[in-house]
């Protein structure tokens, strides 16, 4: 956001301190271009009408400065656009192009989002300007087009929870996995495929064994360790102290046995939701062979 918004105050400080030019020459020829769709040209004159030209009227500086904005937007230079259309609305909060500008800034900041995979601050800002036109100005054009682009980025910051549970979940950390596929189907599941999110939550509870085999196993030995160090310590004020370390691992051991636990049978509860309401369904049929291997690892561990 400050790269986009760098630079409105030097560009008013150097044009502040130009020579003066008569405003119905550069007026004329800006608006010339503009019609001609010779946006790069007609920015030259905009900008010396805006900055160097004399009397100009509120009126008359509002529409230059829509059109340097809409000028960009045009071009497709969206970083520009916003800056201008930004610039815009702090100095013409309540001008007729307002409804216009908002949608034009919700979608430039949408265009220049980097995507579901990256930071979602432009997404973010695109889903500020739409919500805020849909709600100060719903009965315009541009409050229905700004709901086109509502879905848009709403579905980009449901895909971007995906794009990390899924990352989570390769890099078999099941139980940040878990909590990011939650978290989608709470916000998004209506935009998402609500079936695949039941089974992927189910899932990776499920794998929760797999992630704290190696971390479960070393607190054992830990423990294991200090109670023959507590048997064998004279000192008691020593002996204080391995029975506190003791007690610790043991609270972190019980806190990832009960995860496991608990993720067990929030795991087989869901895929035997999934089987009985989605009896016809591909993930009918992953649940099946997904809960008769829980049920043959339980059988095995009892």
């Known amino acids: 956001m400050k790269k986009i918004l760098i630079g409105i105050v030097s560009v008013g400080i150097l044009f502040s301190c130009a020579q003066k030019v008569e405003k119905k020459d550069v007026m004329s020829k800006a608006f010339s271009y503009y019609k001609k769709g010779e946006y790069s040209d007609a920015r030259k004159y905009l900008k010396e009408a805006i900055y160097k030209a004399e ?19 045009l071009d497709g230079d969206y970083v520009d656009a916003i800056v201008e259309f930004e610039e815009f609305l702090m100095l013409f909060p309540t001008a007729p192009q307002v409804p216009e500008v908002l949608y034009k800034l919700a ?8 995507g579901a995979e990256r930071d979602l601050t432009y997404v973010d800002k695109a889903l500020e300007k739409a919500e805020e036109l849909v709600e100060n100005y719903p009965d315009t054009i541009y409050a229905r087009k700004a709901k086109e682009i509502i879905k848009k980025a709403t579905l980009i910051k449901a895909q971007h929870l995906l794009e990390i549970a899924q990352l989570y979940e390769h890099l078999g950390k099941y139980y940040g996995a ?3 596929y939650q978290k989608a189907y709470d916000e998004y599941n209506e935009i998402l495929d609500e079936k695949n999110l039941e089974f992927k939550i189910a899932e990776n509870l499920l794998k929760l064994p797999y992630q704290y085999k190696d971390r479960i196993q070393d607190y054992e030995n830990k423990i294991s360790q200090l109670e023959k160090r507590i048997k064998e310590e004279k000192d008691i004020q020593k002996k204080y102290v391995l029975t506190n370390r003791k007690e610790l691992l043991e609270k972190h051991l019980n806190t990832l046995k009960e995860r496991i636990e608990k993720g067990r049978e929030k795991g087989i509860a869901i895929l035997k939701y999934i089987i009985e309401n989605y009896p016809d369904s591909q993930y009918a049929e992953k649940a099946k062979n997904l809960l008769k291997e829980v049920e043959k690892s339980i059988q095995k561990s009892s």
Do not use: I
């Open 178 to 180: 878990y909590k990011y």
């Open 107 to 114: 979608d430039a900041y949408l265009k220049v989002s980097p």
């Open 55 to 73: 009397g100009l009227t509120t009126k008359e500086l509002l529409q230059l400065r829509y059109m340097l904005a809409n000028s960009y937007y």
